[in-house]
T-cell receptor, first 115, second 109 residues
Framework: KAGVTQTPRYLIKTRGQQVTLSCSPI?????VSWYQQTPGQGLQFLFE???????NKGNFPGRFSGRQFSNSRSEMNVSTLELGDSALYLC??????????????FGPGTRLTVT | AQRVTQPEKLLSVFKGAPVELKCNYS??????LFWYVQYSRQRLQLLLR??SRESIKGFTADLNKGETSFHLKKPFAQEEDSAMYYC???????????FGKGTKLTVNP
């Protein structure tokens, strides 16, 4: 079974631009979560989608948004990029909701650099 | 607020020595605790979760609610255990994980 895939793997953008990152979960998985990883803050939860609905959102500004499609694929968008948005963005999928019951599988991440 | 603290950024042991990676958490509800591991050039992956009380690759972790700790232990470290280890806290009914900053374990030959 193919793992979680994220595209693109690397991205360089300029301040003020916007960016869209894509995540394809493992086949059959319906829950998708996004995390931002930086050296200073570590791994921080961005949001979670299940059945095309955002179920939880982390403490990030409104410039960060996402969506989930009917095939469970998810995208996240960051508008008006700032230098501090440079990070590794990780996507994780699980079969259903419930961390204790369903393992989250992480993708390789998208490395975003804002210049 | 939920918080996970891993006090050691770096931990170095010799092969065959016991290893303990510390994790303390702050959470007012009933915690769900996990250890994730990231080997060099690999993805973050689940190592174990407290609710299953299982031993994976010789690692165990016991939830101590009194001390709000979930330390990861292995009696005899192997070189292949060298990796980045993250402790994570989940909240019931949410997929949100709160991660610690991680501990880089190096097992020397």
């Amino acid at each position: 079974k193919a793992g979680v895939t994220q595209t693109p793997r690397y991205l360089i953008k300029t301040r003020g631009q916007q960016v869209t990152l894509s995540c394809s979960p493992i086949s059959g998985h319906r829950s998708v979560s996004w995390y931002q990883q930086t050296p200073g803050q570590g791994l921080q939860f961005l949001f979670e989608y299940f059945s095309e609905t955002q179920r939880n959102k982390g403490n990030f500004p409104g410039r960060f948004s996402g969506r989930q499609f009917s095939n469970s694929r998810s995208e996240m968008n960051v508008s008006t990029l700032e230098l501090g948005d440079s990070a590794l963005y990780l996507c994780a999928s699980s079969f259903s909701r419930g961390l204790a019951a369903y393992e989250q599988y992480f993708g390789p991440g998208t490395r975003l650099t804002v210049t | 607020a939920q918080r996970v603290t891993q006090p050691e950024k770096l931990l170095s042991v010799f092969k065959g020595a016991p290893v303990e990676l510390k994790c303390n958490y702050s959470y007012s509800g009933s915690p769900e605790l996990f250890w994730y591991v990231q080997y060099s050039r690999q993805r973050l992956q689940l190592l174990l979760r407290h609710i299953s009380r299982e031993s994976i690759k010789g690692f165990t972790a016991d939830l101590n609610k009194g001390e709000t700790s979930f330390h990861l232990k292995k009696p005899f470290a192997q070189e292949e255990d060298s990796a980045m280890y993250y402790c994570a806290l989940g909240q019931g009914g949410s997929e949100k994980l709160v991660f610690g900053k991680g501990t880089k374990l190096t097992v020397n030959p």
